[in-house]
Protein backbone atom coordinates (compact mmCIF):
# COMPACT_ATOMS: atom_id res chain seq x y z
CA UNK A 1 0.00 0.00 0.00
CA UNK A 2 2.81 2.43 1.18
CA UNK A 3 4.36 1.79 -2.52
CA UNK A 4 1.12 2.61 -4.32
CA UNK A 5 1.12 5.78 -2.45
CA UNK A 6 4.34 6.81 -3.36
CA UNK A 7 3.87 6.03 -6.77
CA UNK A 8 1.44 8.30 -7.22
CA UNK A 9 3.20 10.72 -5.25
CA UNK A 10 5.81 10.64 -7.67
CA UNK A 11 3.55 10.73 -10.37
CA UNK A 12 2.01 13.78 -9.23
CA UNK A 13 5.27 15.72 -8.32
CA UNK A 14 6.21 14.42 -11.83
CA UNK A 15 3.14 16.09 -13.37
CA UNK A 16 3.64 19.49 -11.16
CA UNK A 17 7.34 19.93 -12.41
CA UNK A 18 5.94 18.62 -16.10
CA UNK A 19 3.62 21.73 -16.35
CA UNK A 20 5.85 24.17 -14.43
CA UNK A 21 8.66 23.43 -17.59
CA UNK A 22 5.60 23.22 -20.14
CA UNK A 23 4.81 26.93 -18.85
CA UNK A 24 8.61 28.08 -18.62
CA UNK A 25 8.88 26.79 -21.98
CA UNK A 26 5.32 28.78 -23.40
CA UNK A 27 7.18 31.95 -21.72
CA UNK A 28 10.71 31.91 -22.97
CA UNK A 29 8.76 30.86 -26.35
CA UNK A 30 6.89 34.12 -26.21
CA UNK A 31 9.46 36.55 -24.86
CA UNK A 32 11.90 35.22 -27.49
CA UNK A 33 12.62 38.67 -29.66
CA UNK A 34 12.50 38.91 -33.29
CA UNK A 35 15.25 41.06 -35.11
CA UNK A 36 13.50 43.69 -36.80
CA UNK A 37 13.69 44.42 -40.46
CA UNK A 38 16.07 46.95 -42.08
CA UNK A 39 12.59 49.54 -42.45
CA UNK A 40 10.62 49.26 -39.99
CA UNK A 41 6.86 50.51 -40.37
CA UNK A 42 5.33 50.47 -36.86
CA UNK A 43 1.40 49.08 -36.40
CA UNK A 44 -1.14 49.47 -33.81
CA UNK A 45 -4.76 48.35 -33.26
CA UNK A 46 -5.95 51.72 -31.33
CA UNK A 47 -9.25 49.88 -30.41
CA UNK A 48 -7.31 47.57 -27.61
CA UNK A 49 -8.22 49.05 -24.29
CA UNK A 50 -5.03 50.17 -22.40
CA UNK A 51 -3.72 49.45 -19.10
CA UNK A 52 -2.52 52.36 -17.23
CA UNK A 53 0.99 51.12 -15.65
CA UNK A 54 2.71 48.06 -17.37
CA UNK A 55 2.74 45.19 -15.79
CA UNK A 56 1.74 41.52 -15.23
CA UNK A 57 -2.18 40.38 -16.41
CA UNK A 58 -2.28 37.59 -13.86
CA UNK A 59 -1.54 33.96 -15.61
CA UNK A 60 -3.32 34.51 -18.74
CA UNK A 61 -0.60 36.48 -19.75
CA UNK A 62 1.63 33.77 -19.19
CA UNK A 63 0.41 32.05 -22.23
CA UNK A 64 -1.37 34.84 -24.36
CA UNK A 65 -0.82 38.55 -25.52
CA UNK A 66 -0.78 40.56 -22.39
CA UNK A 67 -2.98 43.73 -22.26
CA UNK A 68 -0.82 46.46 -23.09
CA UNK A 69 -0.31 50.09 -20.89
CA UNK A 70 -0.70 53.34 -22.27
CA UNK A 71 3.01 54.03 -20.93
CA UNK A 72 4.58 51.23 -22.89
CA UNK A 73 2.67 52.72 -26.25
CA UNK A 74 3.85 56.30 -25.34
CA UNK A 75 7.69 54.75 -24.32
CA UNK A 76 7.70 53.14 -27.67
CA UNK A 77 7.05 56.16 -29.84
CA UNK A 78 9.16 58.23 -27.98
CA UNK A 79 12.14 55.86 -28.87
CA UNK A 80 10.73 54.72 -32.54
CA UNK A 81 11.38 58.77 -32.73
CA UNK A 82 14.91 58.10 -32.17
CA UNK A 83 15.53 54.71 -33.99
CA UNK A 84 16.55 55.51 -37.56
CA UNK A 85 15.01 52.28 -38.97
CA UNK A 86 11.42 53.42 -37.69
CA UNK A 87 10.01 55.22 -40.94
CA UNK A 88 6.42 55.33 -39.64
CA UNK A 89 3.51 54.11 -37.91
CA UNK A 90 0.03 52.72 -39.98
CA UNK A 91 -2.62 52.33 -37.04
CA UNK A 92 -6.68 51.01 -36.79
CA UNK A 93 -8.83 52.69 -34.72
CA UNK A 94 -12.89 52.56 -35.16
CA UNK A 95 -14.79 52.58 -31.61
CA UNK A 96 -13.85 54.57 -28.45
CA UNK A 97 -11.99 52.33 -26.07
CA UNK A 98 -9.90 55.22 -24.20
CA UNK A 99 -11.19 57.45 -22.48
CA UNK A 100 -11.03 61.40 -23.55
CA UNK A 101 -8.26 62.45 -21.61
CA UNK A 102 -6.11 59.11 -22.44
CA UNK A 103 -6.91 60.13 -26.09
CA UNK A 104 -5.34 63.45 -25.70
CA UNK A 105 -2.07 61.79 -24.19
CA UNK A 106 -2.08 59.79 -27.57
CA UNK A 107 -2.92 62.39 -29.43
CA UNK A 108 0.15 64.31 -27.85
CA UNK A 109 2.34 61.29 -28.69
CA UNK A 110 1.81 60.89 -32.02
CA UNK A 111 2.59 64.88 -32.91
CA UNK A 112 5.91 64.17 -30.92
CA UNK A 113 6.11 61.26 -32.98
CA UNK A 114 5.61 62.82 -36.56
CA UNK A 115 7.97 65.97 -35.10
CA UNK A 116 10.79 63.63 -35.54
CA UNK A 117 9.87 63.66 -39.15
CA UNK A 118 8.15 60.33 -39.18
CA UNK A 119 4.91 59.71 -40.89
CA UNK A 120 1.64 58.08 -39.31
CA UNK A 121 -1.68 57.17 -41.11
CA UNK A 122 -4.70 55.71 -39.68
CA UNK A 123 -7.70 53.41 -40.71
CA UNK A 124 -10.89 53.00 -39.69
CA UNK A 125 -13.67 50.63 -41.22
CA UNK A 126 -16.21 53.13 -39.82
CA UNK A 127 -15.52 55.67 -37.34
CA UNK A 128 -17.89 54.68 -34.43
CA UNK A 129 -19.97 52.37 -36.01
CA UNK A 130 -24.09 52.31 -34.83
CA UNK A 131 -22.08 54.70 -32.07
CA UNK A 132 -20.66 57.92 -31.51
CA UNK A 133 -17.32 58.26 -33.08
CA UNK A 134 -16.07 61.39 -32.10
CA UNK A 135 -13.33 59.60 -29.35
CA UNK A 136 -12.16 57.28 -32.18
CA UNK A 137 -11.42 60.23 -34.68
CA UNK A 138 -10.25 62.82 -32.47
CA UNK A 139 -7.20 60.92 -32.50
CA UNK A 140 -7.41 59.97 -35.63
CA UNK A 141 -7.08 63.99 -36.48
CA UNK A 142 -3.53 63.54 -34.76
CA UNK A 143 -2.02 61.27 -37.87
CA UNK A 144 -0.82 63.02 -41.41
CA UNK A 145 -3.15 60.84 -43.12
CA UNK A 146 -6.61 59.60 -41.99
CA UNK A 147 -8.18 56.66 -44.25
CA UNK A 148 -11.76 55.73 -44.21
CA UNK A 149 -12.91 52.42 -45.55
CA UNK A 150 -15.56 52.34 -48.79
CA UNK A 151 -19.41 52.34 -46.71
CA UNK A 152 -18.24 53.52 -43.49
CA UNK A 153 -19.03 56.42 -41.65
CA UNK A 154 -17.55 59.30 -39.47
CA UNK A 155 -20.08 59.34 -36.69
CA UNK A 156 -18.36 62.43 -35.08
CA UNK A 157 -22.12 63.14 -33.87
CA UNK A 158 -20.90 65.65 -30.52
CA UNK A 159 -21.27 64.87 -27.33
CA UNK A 160 -24.57 63.33 -25.10
CA UNK A 161 -24.49 62.82 -21.70
CA UNK A 162 -27.43 60.49 -20.77
CA UNK A 163 -28.14 60.23 -16.58
CA UNK A 164 -30.48 57.65 -15.47
CA UNK A 165 -32.72 57.97 -12.29
CA UNK A 166 -33.64 55.03 -10.20
CA UNK A 167 -35.60 57.07 -7.35
CA UNK A 168 -39.26 56.23 -9.16
CA UNK A 169 -38.27 52.60 -9.53
CA UNK A 170 -37.08 52.59 -5.42
CA UNK A 171 -40.01 53.74 -4.57
CA UNK A 172 -42.13 51.32 -6.30
CA UNK A 173 -40.31 48.10 -4.31
CA UNK A 174 -39.98 49.55 -1.36
CA UNK A 175 -36.77 50.35 -1.12
CA UNK A 176 -35.84 53.95 0.41
CA UNK A 177 -32.48 55.73 -0.25
CA UNK A 178 -31.54 57.57 2.75
CA UNK A 179 -28.11 59.18 1.02
CA UNK A 180 -26.26 62.76 2.50
CA UNK A 181 -24.00 64.38 0.43
CA UNK A 182 -21.19 67.61 1.28
CA UNK A 183 -21.70 69.64 -0.93
CA UNK A 184 -24.57 70.62 -3.77
CA UNK A 185 -22.42 69.17 -6.81
CA UNK A 186 -21.66 66.08 -5.05
CA UNK A 187 -24.06 64.23 -7.54
CA UNK A 188 -22.64 60.97 -8.14
CA UNK A 189 -25.65 59.17 -5.96
CA UNK A 190 -28.37 61.21 -7.67
CA UNK A 191 -29.12 58.25 -10.07
CA UNK A 192 -30.78 56.62 -6.95
CA UNK A 193 -31.58 59.91 -4.55
CA UNK A 194 -33.51 61.73 -7.27
CA UNK A 195 -36.51 61.55 -10.32
CA UNK A 196 -34.27 64.11 -12.29
CA UNK A 197 -31.00 65.85 -12.01
CA UNK A 198 -30.95 68.79 -9.66
CA UNK A 199 -30.39 72.50 -10.86
CA UNK A 200 -26.57 71.80 -9.91
CA UNK A 201 -26.02 68.95 -11.42
CA UNK A 202 -27.27 70.03 -14.63
CA UNK A 203 -25.25 73.25 -14.52
CA UNK A 204 -22.01 71.19 -13.72
CA UNK A 205 -22.93 68.41 -16.45
CA UNK A 206 -23.36 71.15 -19.05
CA UNK A 207 -20.03 72.98 -18.09
CA UNK A 208 -18.39 69.43 -18.33
CA UNK A 209 -19.67 68.70 -21.42
CA UNK A 210 -19.27 72.05 -23.24
CA UNK A 211 -15.65 72.08 -22.16
CA UNK A 212 -14.81 69.01 -23.60
CA UNK A 213 -16.62 69.81 -26.84
CA UNK A 214 -14.87 72.56 -27.70
CA UNK A 215 -11.48 71.26 -26.71
CA UNK A 216 -12.45 68.11 -29.07
CA UNK A 217 -13.70 70.70 -31.83
CA UNK A 218 -10.33 72.50 -31.49
CA UNK A 219 -8.19 69.97 -31.80
CA UNK A 220 -10.21 67.99 -34.98
CA UNK A 221 -9.68 71.48 -36.33
CA UNK A 222 -6.14 71.76 -36.07
CA UNK A 223 -5.36 68.35 -36.91
CA UNK A 224 -7.50 68.85 -40.08
CA UNK A 225 -5.64 72.44 -40.98
CA UNK A 226 -9.86 73.35 -40.92
CA UNK A 227 -11.56 76.33 -38.98
CA UNK A 228 -13.68 75.04 -36.08
CA UNK A 229 -16.84 76.48 -37.57
CA UNK A 230 -15.78 74.17 -40.41
CA UNK A 231 -16.15 71.41 -37.95
CA UNK A 232 -18.76 72.17 -35.96
CA UNK A 233 -20.91 72.24 -39.16
CA UNK A 234 -19.57 68.75 -39.91
CA UNK A 235 -20.40 67.66 -36.57
CA UNK A 236 -24.21 68.90 -36.97
CA UNK A 237 -24.36 67.07 -40.23
CA UNK A 238 -23.09 63.54 -39.07
CA UNK A 239 -22.84 60.74 -39.18
CA UNK A 240 -20.96 61.90 -42.52
CA UNK A 241 -21.13 59.53 -45.51
CA UNK A 242 -17.71 58.09 -46.82
CA UNK A 243 -18.30 60.54 -50.17
CA UNK A 244 -19.11 63.46 -47.30
CA UNK A 245 -15.70 63.23 -45.28
CA UNK A 246 -13.95 63.51 -48.11
CA UNK A 247 -15.62 66.15 -49.34
CA UNK A 248 -15.18 67.88 -46.14
CA UNK A 249 -11.54 67.09 -45.84
CA UNK A 250 -11.95 65.01 -42.71
CA UNK A 251 -10.65 62.03 -44.17
CA UNK A 252 -8.03 62.05 -47.05
CA UNK A 253 -8.58 58.88 -48.55
CA UNK A 254 -11.29 55.96 -49.15
CA UNK A 255 -9.22 52.73 -48.94
CA UNK A 256 -9.05 48.82 -47.00
CA UNK A 257 -6.05 48.03 -44.21
CA UNK A 258 -4.16 46.44 -46.99
CA UNK A 259 -4.29 49.77 -49.08
CA UNK A 260 -3.26 51.79 -46.57
CA UNK A 261 -0.59 49.43 -45.09
CA UNK A 262 0.94 49.05 -48.58
CA UNK A 263 1.07 53.11 -49.11
CA UNK A 264 2.84 53.04 -45.75
CA UNK A 265 5.77 50.16 -46.41
CA UNK A 266 5.98 52.08 -50.06
CA UNK A 267 6.58 55.38 -48.58
CA UNK A 268 8.72 53.60 -46.23
CA UNK A 269 11.14 52.29 -49.40
CA UNK A 270 9.22 49.24 -50.35
CA UNK A 271 10.80 45.79 -50.82
CA UNK A 272 13.95 47.17 -51.66
CA UNK A 273 14.83 48.69 -48.68
CA UNK A 274 12.85 45.79 -46.77
CA UNK A 275 9.89 47.84 -44.89
CA UNK A 276 8.09 45.49 -43.07
CA UNK A 277 4.99 46.07 -40.14
CA UNK A 278 6.44 45.51 -36.84
CA UNK A 279 3.61 45.74 -33.80
CA UNK A 280 4.78 48.64 -31.70
CA UNK A 281 4.16 46.71 -28.47
CA UNK A 282 6.70 44.03 -29.36
CA UNK A 283 8.92 46.82 -31.44
CA UNK A 284 8.96 48.51 -27.79
CA UNK A 285 9.76 45.08 -26.11
CA UNK A 286 13.15 44.67 -29.15
CA UNK A 287 14.41 48.38 -28.26
CA UNK A 288 14.09 48.85 -24.91
CA UNK A 289 13.04 52.11 -23.15
CA UNK A 290 13.47 55.30 -24.17
CA UNK A 291 13.67 55.85 -20.12
CA UNK A 292 16.80 54.04 -19.26
CA UNK A 293 19.73 56.48 -19.02
CA UNK A 294 19.99 59.46 -16.23
CA UNK A 295 19.04 59.93 -12.50
CA UNK A 296 16.07 57.99 -11.34
CA UNK A 297 12.32 58.50 -11.21
CA UNK A 298 10.14 55.93 -9.24
CA UNK A 299 6.93 55.34 -11.09
CA UNK A 300 3.91 54.96 -8.90
CA UNK A 301 0.77 54.11 -10.32
CA UNK A 302 -2.71 54.29 -8.90
CA UNK A 303 -5.55 52.64 -11.12
CA UNK A 304 -9.23 52.31 -10.29
CA UNK A 305 -11.55 52.56 -6.88
CA UNK A 306 -9.26 53.21 -4.13
CA UNK A 307 -9.78 50.15 -1.47
CA UNK A 308 -8.54 50.45 2.03
CA UNK A 309 -6.19 47.60 2.94
CA UNK A 310 -3.25 45.61 0.73
CA UNK A 311 -5.24 43.83 -2.14
CA UNK A 312 -2.88 44.30 -5.10
CA UNK A 313 -4.71 42.00 -8.00
CA UNK A 314 -2.93 39.26 -7.53
CA UNK A 315 -1.75 36.54 -9.98
CA UNK A 316 -5.69 35.54 -10.31
CA UNK A 317 -7.63 38.66 -10.57
CA UNK A 318 -6.62 40.65 -14.14
CA UNK A 319 -8.55 43.69 -12.75
CA UNK A 320 -6.57 46.80 -11.68
CA UNK A 321 -6.93 48.11 -8.31
CA UNK A 322 -5.40 50.84 -6.15
CA UNK A 323 -5.15 49.01 -2.88
CA UNK A 324 -3.50 51.73 -0.54
CA UNK A 325 -1.24 49.44 1.45
CA UNK A 326 0.12 48.35 -1.56
CA UNK A 327 0.93 52.35 -3.31
CA UNK A 328 1.91 53.06 0.28
CA UNK A 329 4.55 50.62 0.41
CA UNK A 330 5.78 51.43 -3.13
CA UNK A 331 6.21 55.05 -1.97
CA UNK A 332 8.06 53.05 0.85
CA UNK A 333 10.47 50.79 -1.16
CA UNK A 334 11.08 53.75 -3.53
CA UNK A 335 11.80 56.29 -0.05
CA UNK A 336 14.73 53.46 0.75
CA UNK A 337 16.42 53.77 -2.24
CA UNK A 338 19.30 56.31 -2.22
CA UNK A 339 19.25 56.47 -6.08
CA UNK A 340 15.41 57.93 -6.21
CA UNK A 341 15.21 61.78 -6.84
CA UNK A 342 11.51 61.98 -7.23
CA UNK A 343 8.51 60.20 -7.71
CA UNK A 344 6.26 60.01 -10.43
CA UNK A 345 2.60 59.23 -9.17
CA UNK A 346 0.18 58.38 -11.84
CA UNK A 347 -3.54 58.39 -10.66
CA UNK A 348 -6.58 57.54 -12.59
CA UNK A 349 -9.45 57.16 -9.64
CA UNK A 350 -12.72 58.16 -9.13
CA UNK A 351 -12.37 58.01 -5.70
CA UNK A 352 -13.43 55.26 -3.19
CA UNK A 353 -11.87 54.68 0.40
CA UNK A 354 -11.41 57.95 2.43
CA UNK A 355 -9.02 56.04 4.88
CA UNK A 356 -7.83 54.46 1.97
CA UNK A 357 -7.38 57.77 0.20
CA UNK A 358 -5.84 59.13 3.92
CA UNK A 359 -3.43 56.62 3.65
CA UNK A 360 -1.90 57.12 0.15
CA UNK A 361 -1.65 60.68 1.00
CA UNK A 362 0.16 60.40 3.93
CA UNK A 363 2.70 58.39 1.74
CA UNK A 364 2.82 61.24 -0.74
CA UNK A 365 4.00 63.57 2.34
CA UNK A 366 6.06 61.12 3.69
CA UNK A 367 8.24 60.96 0.44
CA UNK A 368 8.10 64.57 0.23
CA UNK A 369 9.76 65.09 3.80
CA UNK A 370 12.33 61.99 3.21
CA UNK A 371 13.31 64.08 0.39
CA UNK A 372 11.58 62.29 -2.72
CA UNK A 373 9.78 65.55 -4.70
CA UNK A 374 5.94 64.05 -5.97
CA UNK A 375 4.59 65.29 -8.83
CA UNK A 376 1.36 63.75 -9.75
CA UNK A 377 0.13 63.23 -13.43
CA UNK A 378 -3.26 62.51 -13.90
CA UNK A 379 -5.43 59.99 -16.24
CA UNK A 380 -8.88 60.00 -17.31
CA UNK A 381 -10.10 60.79 -13.94
CA UNK A 382 -8.81 61.56 -10.67
CA UNK A 383 -11.68 63.35 -8.75
CA UNK A 384 -13.02 62.94 -4.75
CA UNK A 385 -10.55 60.56 -3.17
CA UNK A 386 -8.27 60.66 -6.58
CA UNK A 387 -7.73 64.27 -5.52
CA UNK A 388 -7.44 63.57 -2.16
CA UNK A 389 -4.10 61.43 -2.66
CA UNK A 390 -2.71 64.13 -5.29
CA UNK A 391 -3.84 67.41 -2.76
CA UNK A 392 -0.16 67.53 -1.19
CA UNK A 393 2.21 66.78 -3.62
CA UNK A 394 4.85 69.06 -5.04
CA UNK A 395 3.12 69.44 -8.63
CA UNK A 396 -0.13 68.51 -10.60
CA UNK A 397 -0.25 67.80 -13.97
CA UNK A 398 -3.94 67.17 -15.43
CA UNK A 399 -4.57 66.44 -19.14
CA UNK A 400 -6.98 69.09 -20.65
CA UNK A 401 -10.03 66.47 -19.94
CA UNK A 402 -9.14 64.69 -17.11
CA UNK A 403 -12.47 64.99 -14.96
CA UNK A 404 -10.97 66.00 -11.67
CA UNK A 405 -12.05 67.76 -7.98
CA UNK A 406 -14.99 66.47 -6.71
CA UNK A 407 -13.63 67.77 -3.81
CA UNK A 408 -16.97 66.68 -1.60
CA UNK A 409 -17.57 63.64 0.50
CA UNK A 410 -21.50 61.42 0.39
CA UNK A 411 -22.29 58.83 2.07
CA UNK A 412 -25.73 56.52 3.30
CA UNK A 413 -27.59 53.49 2.55
CA UNK A 414 -30.46 51.64 1.02
CA UNK A 415 -33.26 50.42 3.56
CA UNK A 416 -34.84 47.74 2.19
CA UNK A 417 -38.01 47.27 4.80
CA UNK A 418 -40.29 48.41 2.45
CA UNK A 419 -39.44 46.08 -0.24
CA UNK A 420 -39.11 43.08 2.19
CA UNK A 421 -42.51 44.15 3.45
CA UNK A 422 -43.84 43.84 -0.23
CA UNK A 423 -42.52 40.13 -0.75
CA UNK A 424 -43.54 39.03 2.42
CA UNK A 425 -40.31 38.70 4.39
CA UNK A 426 -39.77 39.35 8.01
CA UNK A 427 -36.54 40.93 9.91
CA UNK A 428 -36.30 40.74 13.71
CA UNK A 429 -33.19 42.45 15.08
CA UNK A 430 -31.93 42.56 18.54
CA UNK A 431 -29.62 45.35 19.33
CA UNK A 432 -27.26 46.61 22.26
CA UNK A 433 -25.72 50.43 21.72
CA UNK A 434 -27.56 53.06 20.42
CA UNK A 435 -26.36 53.29 17.03
CA UNK A 436 -25.95 49.31 16.39
CA UNK A 437 -28.35 49.35 13.25
CA UNK A 438 -26.55 52.54 11.48
CA UNK A 439 -25.61 50.37 8.79
CA UNK A 440 -28.38 47.84 8.55
CA UNK A 441 -30.90 48.26 5.69
CA UNK A 442 -33.27 46.73 7.46
CA UNK A 443 -34.46 49.95 9.64
CA UNK A 444 -33.93 53.93 8.46
CA UNK A 445 -31.49 55.66 10.74
CA UNK A 446 -32.67 56.80 13.91
CA UNK A 447 -31.82 60.26 15.55
CA UNK A 448 -29.01 59.70 16.84
CA UNK A 449 -28.06 57.70 13.98
CA UNK A 450 -28.55 60.54 11.50
CA UNK A 451 -26.36 62.38 13.34
CA UNK A 452 -23.78 60.52 13.57
CA UNK A 453 -23.55 60.18 9.87
CA UNK A 454 -23.84 63.96 8.87
CA UNK A 455 -20.91 64.00 11.83
CA UNK A 456 -18.98 61.99 9.99
CA UNK A 457 -19.47 63.63 6.22
CA UNK A 458 -18.87 66.92 8.23
CA UNK A 459 -15.63 65.90 9.39
CA UNK A 460 -14.21 64.40 6.00
CA UNK A 461 -15.33 66.99 4.05
CA UNK A 462 -13.69 70.02 6.45
CA UNK A 463 -10.69 67.78 6.43
CA UNK A 464 -10.61 67.73 2.71
CA UNK A 465 -11.01 71.71 2.29
CA UNK A 466 -8.60 72.57 4.74
CA UNK A 467 -6.05 70.17 3.01
CA UNK A 468 -6.88 71.61 -0.15
CA UNK A 469 -5.71 74.52 0.80
CA UNK A 470 -3.09 73.74 2.71
CA UNK A 471 -1.70 71.71 -0.46
CA UNK A 472 -2.13 74.23 -3.29
CA UNK A 473 -2.00 76.62 -1.26
CA UNK A 474 -5.00 78.58 -1.36
CA UNK A 475 -7.44 80.77 0.80
CA UNK A 476 -9.91 78.52 2.73
CA UNK A 477 -12.61 80.28 1.50
CA UNK A 478 -11.90 80.15 -2.03
CA UNK A 479 -11.37 76.50 -1.60
CA UNK A 480 -15.01 76.03 -0.20
CA UNK A 481 -16.23 78.19 -3.20
CA UNK A 482 -14.96 76.01 -5.21
CA UNK A 483 -15.55 72.53 -3.24
CA UNK A 484 -18.80 71.15 -2.63
CA UNK A 485 -18.00 68.02 -4.36
CA UNK A 486 -18.16 70.20 -8.02
CA UNK A 487 -16.15 68.22 -10.81
CA UNK A 488 -13.93 69.87 -13.18
CA UNK A 489 -12.06 69.38 -16.41
CA UNK A 490 -8.26 69.64 -16.10
CA UNK A 491 -8.09 72.87 -18.35
CA UNK A 492 -10.52 74.53 -15.68
CA UNK A 493 -9.00 73.05 -13.00
CA UNK A 494 -5.52 74.72 -13.73
CA UNK A 495 -7.77 78.28 -14.46
CA UNK A 496 -9.09 77.28 -10.61
CA UNK A 497 -5.33 76.53 -9.35
CA UNK A 498 -6.38 72.95 -8.69
CA UNK A 499 -3.24 71.28 -10.73
CA UNK A 500 -0.47 73.08 -12.11
CA UNK A 501 -0.09 72.42 -15.79
CA UNK A 502 -1.59 70.73 -18.64
CA UNK A 503 -0.54 67.42 -20.36
CA UNK A 504 0.43 63.96 -19.88
CA UNK A 505 3.76 62.39 -19.03
CA UNK A 506 5.67 64.04 -20.66
CA UNK A 507 5.05 67.54 -19.03
CA UNK A 508 4.53 65.60 -15.86
CA UNK A 509 8.44 64.72 -16.71
CA UNK A 510 9.28 68.37 -17.32
CA UNK A 511 7.91 69.39 -13.94
CA UNK A 512 9.74 66.68 -12.49
CA UNK A 513 12.94 67.34 -13.43
CA UNK A 514 12.23 70.96 -11.78
CA UNK A 515 11.05 70.48 -8.54
CA UNK A 516 14.29 67.48 -8.53
CA UNK A 517 16.63 70.17 -9.61
CA UNK A 518 17.29 68.41 -12.60
CA UNK A 519 18.74 70.43 -15.85
CA UNK A 520 15.32 70.07 -18.51
CA UNK A 521 17.30 68.46 -21.03
CA UNK A 522 18.36 65.60 -19.01
CA UNK A 523 17.88 62.03 -19.78
CA UNK A 524 15.92 60.04 -16.89
CA UNK A 525 15.56 56.65 -15.66
CA UNK A 526 11.91 55.70 -14.60
CA UNK A 527 12.16 52.71 -13.03
CA UNK A 528 8.34 51.22 -11.72
CA UNK A 529 7.42 50.72 -8.50
CA UNK A 530 6.67 48.28 -7.32
CA UNK A 531 8.33 45.97 -9.84
CA UNK A 532 6.25 43.98 -12.08
CA UNK A 533 6.76 40.38 -11.77
CA UNK A 534 8.26 38.31 -14.78
CA UNK A 535 6.87 35.25 -16.26
CA UNK A 536 9.20 33.18 -14.03
CA UNK A 537 8.53 34.67 -10.95
CA UNK A 538 5.02 34.06 -11.44
CA UNK A 539 5.70 30.18 -12.05
CA UNK A 540 8.09 30.22 -8.80
CA UNK A 541 4.83 31.28 -6.75
CA UNK A 542 3.71 27.87 -7.61
CA UNK A 543 6.15 26.53 -5.26
CA UNK A 544 5.98 29.08 -2.31
CA UNK A 545 2.65 29.02 -1.11
CA UNK A 546 1.40 32.25 -3.15
CA UNK A 547 -0.79 31.20 -5.85
CA UNK A 548 -2.05 28.37 -4.11
CA UNK A 549 -3.17 30.72 -0.95
CA UNK A 550 -5.04 32.73 -3.60
CA UNK A 551 -6.57 29.65 -5.00
CA UNK A 552 -8.17 28.83 -1.69
CA UNK A 553 -9.73 32.50 -1.49
CA UNK A 554 -11.06 32.00 -4.95
CA UNK A 555 -12.36 29.16 -4.13
CA UNK A 556 -13.99 30.45 -0.60
CA UNK A 557 -15.38 33.54 -2.72
CA UNK A 558 -16.95 30.28 -5.42
CA UNK A 559 -18.49 28.96 -2.04
CA UNK A 560 -19.81 32.10 -1.63
CA UNK A 561 -21.45 32.53 -5.16
CA UNK A 562 -23.41 29.36 -3.91
CA UNK A 563 -24.91 31.03 -1.09
CA UNK A 564 -25.98 34.26 -2.93
CA UNK A 565 -27.30 31.71 -5.83
CA UNK A 566 -30.34 31.27 -3.75
CA UNK A 567 -31.06 34.66 -3.51
CA UNK A 568 -31.57 34.92 -7.33
CA UNK A 569 -35.29 36.24 -7.36
CA UNK A 570 -33.94 39.06 -5.48
CA UNK A 571 -30.77 39.96 -7.01
CA UNK A 572 -32.89 39.54 -10.21
CA UNK A 573 -35.22 42.52 -9.40
CA UNK A 574 -32.52 44.63 -8.64
CA UNK A 575 -29.11 43.78 -11.29
CA UNK A 576 -30.81 45.79 -14.38
CA UNK A 577 -30.78 48.90 -12.40
CA UNK A 578 -27.18 47.91 -11.27
CA UNK A 579 -26.02 47.51 -14.49
CA UNK A 580 -27.21 50.54 -15.90
CA UNK A 581 -25.80 52.61 -12.81
CA UNK A 582 -22.60 51.19 -14.01
CA UNK A 583 -23.19 52.31 -17.74
CA UNK A 584 -23.99 55.68 -16.80
CA UNK A 585 -20.36 56.04 -14.34
CA UNK A 586 -18.68 54.85 -17.62
CA UNK A 587 -20.54 57.83 -19.41
CA UNK A 588 -19.74 59.82 -16.80
CA UNK A 589 -16.46 58.60 -15.29
CA UNK A 590 -18.02 60.19 -11.84
CA UNK A 591 -16.99 59.23 -8.17
CA UNK A 592 -18.42 55.69 -7.17
CA UNK A 593 -20.98 55.96 -4.44
CA UNK A 594 -20.59 54.10 -0.93
CA UNK A 595 -23.51 52.76 0.45
CA UNK A 596 -21.84 51.54 3.72
CA UNK A 597 -20.50 54.51 4.53
CA UNK A 598 -18.87 57.73 3.89
CA UNK A 599 -17.25 58.04 0.14
CA UNK A 600 -14.91 60.81 -1.85
Known sequence: MRFIVRLFALIGLFGVLLTAGLILLAIKAKDKQPTL???????????RPLAEAPGEDGWSSLLTSRRGSVREVI???????RDPKVKGLVAKVGNASQGIGTTQ??????????????????????????????????LASAFDQVWLQPVGTVGITGIAVTQTFFRGALDSIGVQPQISKRADYKTAAEMFAEKQATPANREMTESLAGDIYDQMVLGIADGRHLNADAVKAAIDHAP??????????????????????????????????????????????????????GPTVALIVGEGEIVRGGKDGGAFNDEPSFAANRIADAFDTAIEQSNVKAILFRVN?????????????????????????????MGDVAGSGGYWVAMDADRIVALPATLTGSIGVLGGKFVAKGLADKLGVGVDQVTRGANATIWSPASPYTDSEAARQDAMLDAIYAQFTEGVAKGRKLDIEKVRELAKGRVYTGRQAKDLGLVDALGGYDIALQ?????????????????????????????????????????????????????????????????????AAKRQEQVLMMPDLSVNGPAR
Not at 75 to 81: I, R
Not at 266 to 291: H, M, N, P, Q
Not at 355 to 373: C, I, L, M, Q, Y
Open 105 to 138: ELRDAIARFRATGRFAYIHAESYGDAGSGMTPYY
Open 37 to 47: PQSVVLEFNFE
Open 240 to 293: LLDSEALASKLVDKLGYFDEVEAAAKERAGGKAAGADTVDLLTYGKIAGSAYTQ
Open 511 to 579: QVRQVAGIPGNADLHIVQFPRPKSGYEMVLDLFNGKAAAEMASVAQARGAEKVLADYGPLLDMVQPMVR
Open 75 to 81: DALEQAG
Open 349 to 377: SPGGSPVGSETVRHAVDRARKAGKPVVIS
